[in-house]
């Protein structure tokens, strides 16, 4: 089951709702719960709905199990139907009509790991890896304020001029836990969606030389989306990942060569710290994929686009005002 978070237009202005990804369209979860609760001989179905499957995703995600089951009863009877409507409220919506925003608008937290040996090895001067990197997962704590949507333009900082994207996966953990087991973790991620963890190059390298950071060479912009890919719906380590630079391939690669998993992440996260529904977890760059490993840098009005099989494509355009 693929999940969205997309804008429509009401009388009271422009509201959000969690939806599930049905070809080109996307089924209101709390509508369509509403109905099937309706149709079960709820009295106060749609209030019932709002509470289970709210349409906020971060809510929704707090909800656990419950709005999951909702979502996909909302899948089963729905997808491929011809309603579009419950109760003078509308449940199907096509995708051209309203704008999609990243999956999870404002997480809980950002953090992204750094997981690939070939990235990794690319990026330091002399390629010598310290042997921390292999014994644990490193990552840092990015800005979950500057979430950027499927399609929105990036305006980059008037304080870098080395512009760079980089091609990632995130995790979104879905059920609070602290001290969790590696084989246990699994059941704490709710899904994945595609990340673009957009670096200004010349201020991270220029900030991190005081042995912090990085900072404001990263926090003005991070993409997540288009959707979220339950984890059920997905074989994570195997899907492909593919960048393209106006229509230019730049970089392929999958999760397979990560030398920490999802798994093991969350479990070295959540050692003596409470990991909460909404919290998101980047896994760093796949080999080969950003520009500086590369040679090539970002310019004014470059369109980026990465996909991975089975959760879609994140776009955005670069621009400089």
């Known amino acids: 089951m693929r999940l969205a978070t997309f804008a429509v237009d009401t009388p009271f202005g422009e509201r959000s709702r969690v939806g ?17 609760l309706d149709a079960d001989g709820d009295a106060s179905p749609y209030e019932l709905a709002t509470t289970i499957a709210p349409s906020d995703m971060l809510a929704f995600l707090e909800r656990g199990e419950r ?31 309203v704008r999609l925003l990243s999956p999870l608008p404002r997480p809980n937290s950002l953090r992204d790991a750094m997981v690939y040996e070939e990235h990794v090895r690319n990026s330091f001067d002399e390629g010598d890896i310290p042997d921390v990197w292999y014994e644990r997962p490193i990552y840092y704590k990015g800005n979950h304020e500057a979430i950027v949507h499927p399609g929105e333009d990036v ?61 404001k060479g990263k926090d003005f912009a991070n993409g997540l989306g288009p959707y979220l890919t339950t984890v059920d719906a997905i074989d994570i380590r195997d899907v492909e990942m593919t960048a393209r630079v106006n229509d ?27 990991l909460q529904p909404g919290d998101v ?41």
């Not at 979502?71 to 449940?91: I, S």
């Not at 391939?249 to 003596?272: L, N």
């Open 155 to 215: 305006v980059w900082p008037d304080y870098s001029e080395e512009m760079d994207y980089e091609l990632e996966l995130a995790a979104v953990i879905g059920k609070r836990g602290r001290d969790i087991p590696v084989e246990d973790a699994e059941a704490y991620i709710a899904g994945y969606t595609v990340f673009n963890d957009f670096s200004a190059r010349d201020t991270q390298f220029r900030e991190m030389e005081a042995t912090l950071g990085p900072a």
């Open 248 to 274: 230019e391939v730049w970089s392929a690669g999958t999760p397979g060569t990560m030398h920490h998993t999802f798994e093991e992440i969350v479990a070295y996260v959540s050692d003596s710290e409470t």
């Open 281 to 321: 977890i980047g896994s760093g760059t796949v080999g080969q994929g950003c520009g500086l490993e590369l040679g090539r840098s970002l310019s004014d009005g470059d369109v980026i686009e990465l996909e991975v099989d089975g959760i879609g494509t994140l776009r955005n355009r670069i621009r400089t005002d």
């Open 20 to 36: 599930v990804v049905d070809e080109d369209a996307y089924l209101d979860v709390t509508t369509g719960y509403a109905a099937l």
């Open 67 to 97: 709005a999951m089951a909702a979502a996909r009863r909302v899948a089963e009877a729905f997808t491929d139907g011809d309603t579009d409507e419950w109760d003078g409220r509308r449940l199907r919506f096509d995708a051209a009509d």
